[in-house]
């Protein structure tokens, strides 16, 4: 039986061969471990084991720190590695926190692709490294954001008058004191978080008035407005200045029209309040540029909806690439989860408890958060192929002959069975708000209303000749009863019960220039002029079809 | 096996053996090695890489407010802090008897589980306890204390901010 | 007449005791000492306690690499390893939903050696579910189920349905989203005799699939409780029930007289060229070897010398520990290469689709795939108590222990390979391009497709292949020939279709980039 023999023999060889491969593999050739025998402390070579950041409240335990090792609770300076460079300086202890609160990834892993989550199977992958501050939605809700147009004047305030020289805001500007006492003015960099004085114009100029010397300049006192932008500007400060900068791009794009982020918003569209937490194993990458990112994806989304989401009904972002790439930052950062009662930040609890809204209130970021994604930054209106068309409500022609209960009501009720909301609700806007956004659209407009002294209804006209005449004229357009087409529902309840007899009279004799709906006071190449009795039968017409009939 | 031509030798009977069987040896000692191997690999499996505790160095921010002499235990660890005039100084909490957390109080340290007694600088006044509680590695930087539980600084070592 | 001794001196007895202890302790663990002789090797089997269970002589037949190929040592051996490196692994994991995964992670990552053991332990448990289907074979191919084996048959059938429990058990343990939904269906597979209770609508009074899927799952969703009853019937209930049976199989094989061989494999061993050829005994022995009992029915020789049988010590254990040795560098080489499986999370929100069971499964996801009750239990209990009943109607005696022995032979298995393969091969084929009585007749009874479905239409169409093979050659062996090797062409062909061209709703797919994405 000698082949037994061999085969036991030749069996075992291979055996004892495959085993210690298995062993080498893994006690010399792992990455961690070169890493580690790489580095040398302040006491020579560390020693080389796998090191983790354990938080049970938390749920972390993340060995990213067997590779970057420097970021180990207790760990200093060590030098070797690229590897080995500690983490930047931030407002919460890694070794506390961990490494996946922030960053993602998957902690328990302990080869480099596993960590950095970009295996198969592992749903939530590492951020990019430029988009970082995106962790902080994990737990955080920046409060009080405007819309970019204001937020970049605030920044540019306080760049133009120069706090820069004094104050420190994220490690830029600040003076230190010759005779070394410290700087002259406090770091601002988390004023939104921990509060300013709110006396700092005064004690500013009443400084300017005492001291005399170089410094005297810089204390001018500052115009109103110039102060309101500063107090923005401190308001945002809180130390994720790139993320408020996000979100501001975002706040101008119009996405709460559709979308509900922390409970406000449209429903058009799905909530976003897991939008960053996407699981790159779901997604469809096919013609989406940049590979299997989840950022890639994002940003095509962005750019063309219907190419990545069959059926989407969401307007391309009308943003050049930065915008786009703002607007990924920001929807990465929306990854909010369960936390335990410990790590809630102060302000979810003041969005959640205290109903503090997360926009600033004013109405031109309000307009851009909810109105702009279908109106158009502009209140021109919006265009698109395969949508119903989106009115444009800034229209000088609406505004000069629109009455406030009209848009106002509209604000409020929006257009039941159409896609304009009603946003008087919890998920939706204050009254006070959306007075401020009826206040902007006045003033984007750049009109004032024409004084109109006849009551609400004082038509009288005769409907069945009406009927004749919008049957002939308008239906086109309008639909047949008004139902609506390429141009508004005219047999809207809202519409009809909050516009008056002069509204309608003059927007059928005027109509609004540079859209497809003629002045028909004035004649055309295909029809004739209508005269006032034909309006008002026209006007009458339609106040018959108020309550839907025909 | 040979076969003996001559003597009808029943094979019941001790044969010569008339070389050794190197080949049934060796295959069996070459088994009996990889499963040394493997026993070897398999043994150093129960001993965990990492421990799922929490570290043992942390690092942590003294109030303002810290009277001398006035203990300070981080939640959820077992070391008091102290800050005097002459700088920063950890103590142990862990009882040198049988493990028990002591509780820190006015006149030095009590454990509730054998009743041993502590004196305020670690000192063993009472009790069963063997050996004082030992003073902690303490190092402080920018404000920050980093206090490592699992190194011993000799008694009275104190660091100053 | 007392020679002249010393006289006692008990310390010097201390002394000089004490000094041979340790030889003695030796002596006294291995008594037989050294196997140099026959009788030695013979001893050495016979008086130790892990080893008794082997006779003390082996026919040379059945050491033979072809007789055997090693599969039933090598099914033991794939227990081995998965008992060893199983309780390894108990050190670490942790049976409960909400740290199953992180624990399997950890092994993963951090455990030293962890990766290399569960890998090992998986390869090792597919390896015994192959290994055990092989030797089930062998052994049918090789008539080695004839009297005086058919019990062992049936214990054999036995351990093949534990075997399939220990894997199915251990499946759900990591918990992760392959788990979760295999699980998922395969228990709702156990509840498929709703599918005629339904319809006859006496669910209410008499359900037999409920309180299945019930007993299995403690609770009416995939959780907490499955996953510890699963873990309790995985790591101790049925490893003991499968020693038990293993105890009784080995046995078995014992005192039905070794492996079986033909009538004429003494004939054909003297042909062949050996080594070890014992001449006949000069004398006929007083007594051949020490006999613990008079045992009725086979041993491996009553009544004359024992020809052509060399010592178990040591050429049957050269040949369990070589195969033993070979199993373990395969399920090595498997764990160095390639990582035992781990998806996502478990997460009952979101269905895996497809959701596949185990891949020894596939064959019966498929069938389930036409009908639950079918596919989940009436298929397989039809080819259970067919493969059970095999020894009690092929009582013939032609062809016992040779490789397609009896009337047929290779030519009728070759001929039923070509059938089997293709009757499967076309019935799918049919079934996957044109549908079936559902999609052309939408209001048909239930049942009616309970009755008539690929499955047992390909079930009839075997059965009725092997009645024609049984009238054919005029032999029950022949029957048994064609059903059995059409089993397997069957068993194959649906476990293929099911893992390589089933996608997402089960739909039929040529390859998996041809699958719709979310």
């Not at chain 2, 070897?40 to 990492?50: W, Y």
């Not at chain 3, 005791?17 to 050294?34: D, H, I, W």
């Not at chain 3, 016979?46 to 040592?73: E, M, Y």
């Amino acid at each position: 039986m000698k082949k037994n023999k061999y085969l036991l023999l030749i069996s075992s060889l291979l055996g004892l061969g495959l085993l210690a491969a298995a062993a080498i593999e893994e006690n010399y050739f792992r990455e961690w471990r070169r890493i580690q025998e790489q580095a040398r402390g302040e006491s020579g070579p560390i020693p080389v084991q796998l090191r983790q950041i354990v938080n049970p409240a938390l749920k972390a335990a993340d060995r990213c720190v067997s590779c970057h090792v420097s970021m180990a609770p207790g760990e200093s300076m060590l030098r070797g590695a690229e590897m080995l460079r500690p983490h930047k300086p931030v407002v919460h202890d890694p070794a506390e926190y961990g490494c996946t609160v922030c960053h993602g990834g998957q902690g328990q892993a302990t080869e480099k692709d596993d960590a950095h989550g970009r295996v198969a199977f592992w749903p939530e992958p590492m951020l990019p490294r430029e988009m970082s501050w995106a962790g902080c939605g994990t737990c955080h809700v920046p409060l009080g954001v405007p819309g970019e147009k204001p937020l970049r004047e605030a920044e540019l305030a306080f760049e133009r008058l120069d706090c820069y020289a004094c104050h420190r805001v994220e490690g830029r500007g600040g003076t230190i004191r010759p005779d070394g006492g410290g700087m002259e003015g406090p770091d601002l960099s988390f004023a939104g978080l921990r509060g300013y004085d709110a006396a700092w114009h005064e004690k500013h100029v009443k400084k300017a008035e005492a001291e005399s010397g170089a410094w005297r300049k810089s204390f001018a006192p500052v115009s109103a407005e110039d102060q309101k932008r500063l107090e923005m500007f401190l308001r945002t400060r809180t130390g994720a200045s790139a993320l408020v900068r996000a979100k501001s791009v975002f706040l101008s794009s119009g996405c709460l029209g559709c979308h509900r982020v922390n409970g406000v918003g449209g429903d058009d569209g799905p909530a976003l309040d897991a939008a960053g937490l996407k699981d790159p194993g779901r997604l469809n990458f096919t013609g989406v540029p940049g590979g299997r990112q989840v950022s890639a994806w994002m940003a095509e989304h962005f750019r063309s909806p219907v190419s990545v989401v069959a059926g989407s009904q969401m307007p391309p972002a009308a943003l050049p690439e930065e915008g786009i790439r703002q607007l990924t930052f920001f929807t990465l950062s929306l990854r909010a989860r369960e936390l335990p009662e410990r790590y809630v930040p102060k302000d979810r609890v003041r969005a959640a408890r205290f109903g503090e809204r997360e926009f600033a209130t004013d109405g031109e970021t309000l307009y851009g958060a909810f109105c702009s994604g279908c109106h158009g930054a502009d209140g021109m209106g919006r265009r698109l192929a395969g949508l119903a068309a989106f009115p444009g409500i800034a229209h000088p022609d609406f505004l000069s002959i629109a009455p406030d209960e009209l848009i106002l009501r509209t604000l409020e009720d929006g257009r039941p069975g159409r896609r304009m909301p009603g946003w008087l609700k919890p998920e939706g806007l204050r009254p006070e708000e959306i007075r401020a956004v009826a206040a902007y659209l006045r003033e984007l407009g750049g009109t004032t209303r024409q004084p109109d002294s006849r009551p609400a209804r004082w038509v009288a006209g005769v409907a069945a000749r009406g009927r004749a005449l919008f049957e002939r004229y308008c239906t086109g357009c309008h639909g047949p009863s008004g139902k609506g087409g390429e141009g508004p529902a005219l047999n809207n309840k809202v519409l009809l019960a909050a516009a008056t007899d002069t509204y309608l009279v003059e927007t059928i004799r005027r109509g609004r220039r540079g859209t497809a709906m003629a002045g028909f006071a004035e004649p055309a190449p295909v029809r004739p002029a209508l005269s006032q009795a034909d309006v008002e039968a026209i006007v009458a017409f339609l106040r018959s079809l108020e309550g839907g009939k025909s | 096996m040979t076969t003996q031509a001559t003597a009808k030798q029943s094979r019941l009977d001790p044969e010569p053996m008339p070389r050794r069987d190197w080949l049934g040896l060796g295959a069996l000692w070459t088994m009996g090695a990889s499963f040394l191997f493997a026993a070897v690999g398999m043994m150093r499996l129960p001993k965990a890489a990492v421990l799922p505790s929490p570290s043992k160095k942390f690092k942590v921010a003294l109030p303002e407010t810290l009277a001398a002499g006035e203990p300070f235990v981080p939640p959820g660890r077992a070391v008091a802090l102290f800050r005097d005039p002459e700088g920063v100084y950890a103590i142990s909490l862990v009882c040198t008897h049988l493990g028990c957390i002591v509780k820190p109080g006015a006149e030095g340290f009590e454990c509730p589980c054998h009743g041993s007694r502590f004196a305020p600088d670690g000192e063993v006044r009472k009790g069963p306890a063997p050996k004082p509680l030992p003073w902690l590695k303490v190092s402080v930087s920018g404000g920050v204390v980093t206090v490592d539980e699992g190194a011993v600084a000799p008694q009275g070592t104190k660091v100053s901010a | 007449m007392m020679p002249a001794t010393e006289p006692k001196d008990a310390l010097r007895e201390f002394r000089q005791n004490l000094r041979a202890a340790p030889k003695r302790m030796l002596e006294t663990a291995f008594r037989s000492g050294p196997p140099r002789t026959d009788r030695s090797r013979s001893t050495f089997v016979f008086g130790n306690v892990f080893l008794h269970l082997h006779s003390v002589r082996t026919h040379r037949w059945s050491l033979r690499w072809l007789t055997t190929a090693g599969l039933g040592i090598a099914t033991l051996a794939a227990f081995l390893i998965t008992l060893v490196t199983g309780v390894l692994l108990m050190f670490y994991y942790k049976p409960y939903p909400d740290a199953a995964y992180q624990s399997i992670k950890d092994i993963h990552f951090v455990v030293p050696t962890g990766r290399f053991i569960r890998n090992i332990h998986r390869w090792a448990a597919n390896g015994m579910v192959i290994a055990v289907i092989l030797h089930m074979a062998r052994v049918f191919y090789t008539a080695a189920y004839r009297r005086p084996r058919e019990f062992n048959w049936l214990i054999g059938m036995a351990l093949l349905v534990v075997t399939l429990g220990l894997s199915f058990t251990g499946y759900l343990l990591p918990w992760d989203q392959l788990a979760y939904w295999a699980i998922t269906i395969g228990t709702n597979i156990a509840q498929s005799p709703r599918e005629i209770t339904d319809a006859l609508g006496i669910t209410e009074y008499f359900d037999p699939g409920g309180l299945q899927r019930l007993l299995l799952l403690g609770s009416d969703t995939v959780g907490a409780e499955a996953l510890i009853r699963f873990y309790l019937l995985h790591v101790m209930l049925l490893p003991l029930v499968l020693a038990a049976l293993l105890a009784v199989h080995f046995w078995r094989v014992r005192k039905d007289g070794g492996l079986a061989r033909p009538a004429d494999a003494d004939e054909i061993l003297a042909r062949e060229r050996h080594e070890e050829t014992y001449p006949v005994f000069a004398e006929l022995p007083q007594k051949t070897y020490h006999l613990a009992a008079i045992v009725r029915g086979r041993t491996p020789a009553v009544g004359r010398g024992p020809e052509n049988t060399v010592p178990s010590m040591p050429h049957l254990f050269y040949a369990e520990l070589g195969v033993l040795m070979v199993t373990i560098c395969i399920c090595l080489l498997l764990s160095i290469c390639w990582d035992a499986p781990l998806k996502e999370l478990a997460n009952p929100n979101v269905p895996e689709n497809p959701a596949k069971a185990p891949w020894y499964f596939l064959g019966l996801q498929e069938m389930v795939s036409f009908s639950a009750f079918m596919g989940g239990i009436g298929i397989p209990t039809i080819v259970l108590a067919g493969l059970g009943l095999i020894p009690y109607l092929d009582r013939e005696s032609e062809g016992t222990g040779r490789w397609f022995g009896g009337p047929g032979g290779w030519p009728l298995v070759r001929f039923s390979l070509v059938f089997g393969f293709s009757a499967a091969i076309l019935i799918e084929a049919f079934a996957i391009r044109f549908g079936w009585l559902r999609e052309w007749f939408p209001n048909i009874h239930q049942l009616v497709i309970t009755v008539l479905n690929p499955g047992t239409v390909l079930t009839a169409v075997y059965a009725a292949f092997s009645i024609g093979a049984m009238r054919r050659y005029n032999s029950t062996r022949a029957g048994a020939l064609a059903l059995f090797t059409c089993f397997l062409c069957g068993f194959a062909v649906l476990t293929v279709i099911g893992t390589y061209f089933r996608g997402p709703n089960w739909q039929f797919f040529w390859s998996p980039s041809d699958w719709p994405v979310h």
